[in-house]
């Protein structure tokens, strides 16, 4: 019967016994009316949950609507834990579901989702069930940057514990982006035996594991470069401070996406990996947002992991990347640099 300790799918807890109370902040109306959503104002922050103690957060469901259609991007999703004062989630509300360039569009996988209907704007369903551990406290805060007022409904759903696990590592979420990157001339072939001029996704330091993470590239010079296909870049992930070759180097975009031969289906929505949005399929052309979890095989770190990606073949094209990258790890973390300000965010083209 110890063997049964070791189940470890997505499905395995399920008949376990938990001693939790289950519990919801949501923007249900107070007064038993429908009003069941917040009016989050121009340039306001607030907070949508406040937690006190231990738990676990296990689910999270937002829909947004506002005059402003690029909401999604700026809008600005922070969790905090512990009582800490740095946020270990910041990034940009539609970003952090699985979508990014400020748009809402269709995708399920397994930790994240957006539910849409075509014509539909940003109304769009957005799911996270990444879960979220806390030993005293947790809060959520959303802010609006714009003008336009943001129209919020919102669920957390969470268990109150006991005690948290001393082997749970906190959640974190990190956006960043390079607008374009810068390409590298090369002679010839072109070489990349450094890394150094990759595009980051994560640089963290501590222990923990790397989770994985959605990278959307705007293709705007496809048909300036040797090659239209933005994937000819390859994966190096760097752990504990290694040099080149890191001890995980892949082969292109679309097979560290866990696709092959470019992503000539367009979207595709599988529970670790999919393209969530999809431009130019001949070309490649256009805004792209691709996914990849690492749920059953995570990124371990005990010092430090810096996740990168060329940006085309030895970093050859000069085109606009975002990610968001999600892992688990021991706090404290580093700092995250400033986060851009809204009009920084936005997409290249509308």
Not at 299 to 313: A, D, L, M, P
Not at 315 to 327: H, K, L, R, T
Request: net charge negative.
């Amino acid at each position: 019967m110890d063997g049964l300790n070791f189940l470890n799918g997505p499905l395995s807890n399920l008949p376990r016994i938990v001693h939790a109370k289950t519990r919801r902040f949501s923007s249900f109306d107070k007064t038993g009316g429908n009003k069941d959503y917040w009016i989050i104002g121009s340039c306001e922050k607030v907070n949508i949950a406040e937690i006190k103690g231990a738990g676990i957060i296990r689910h999270i469901w937002f829909t947004v609507s506002s005059l402003n259609k690029l909401c999604l991007r700026d809008a600005v999703l922070r969790m905090y834990w512990d009582g800490e004062q740095d946020a270990s989630v910041e990034t940009p509300l539609g970003d952090f579901f699985g979508v990014g360039h400020g748009v809402a569009n269709h995708f399920v996988s397994l930790p994240l989702s957006m539910v849409r209907g075509p014509g539909r704007g940003v109304n769009a369903g957005m799911n996270c069930y990444f879960p979220m551990p806390f030993s005293n406290g947790a809060r959520i805060e959303v802010e609006n940057e714009k003008d336009d007022e943001i129209i919020l409904y919102f669920h957390v759903d969470y268990e109150q514990v006991d005690e948290i696990p001393e082997d749970y590592g906190r959640f974190h979420c990190w956006w960043n982006r390079e607008n374009p990157c810068t390409p590298v001339e090369h002679s010839g072939e072109g070489l990349n035996t450094t890394g150094e001029d990759n595009y980051l996704i994560l640089y963290a330091e501590g222990v923990g594991h790397y989770v994985g993470c959605v990278l959307n590239v705007d293709n705007f010079n496809a048909f300036h470069q040797k090659y239209t296909w933005f994937g000819e870049g390859d994966d190096m992930i760097f752990v504990d401070g290694e040099k080149w070759p890191p001890s995980i180097h892949g082969t292109g975009t679309e097979d560290y996406f866990l696709a092959a031969w470019g992503f000539p289906c367009g979207e595709y929505s599988g529970p670790y990996h999919g393209v969530s949005l999809a431009g130019d399929t001949v070309e490649w052309s256009g805004k792209w947002s691709v996914y990849r979890f690492h749920i059953e095989d995570p990124v371990r770190f005990t010092k430090s992991i810096r996740v990168t990606i060329e940006h085309g073949h030895a970093n050859d094209q000069g085109n606009d990347y975002s990610s968001v990258a999600y892992w688990y790890q021991s706090e404290p973390h580093k700092k995250f640099p400033p986060l851009p300000k809204a009009l920084d965010r936005r997409p290249r083209r509308v």
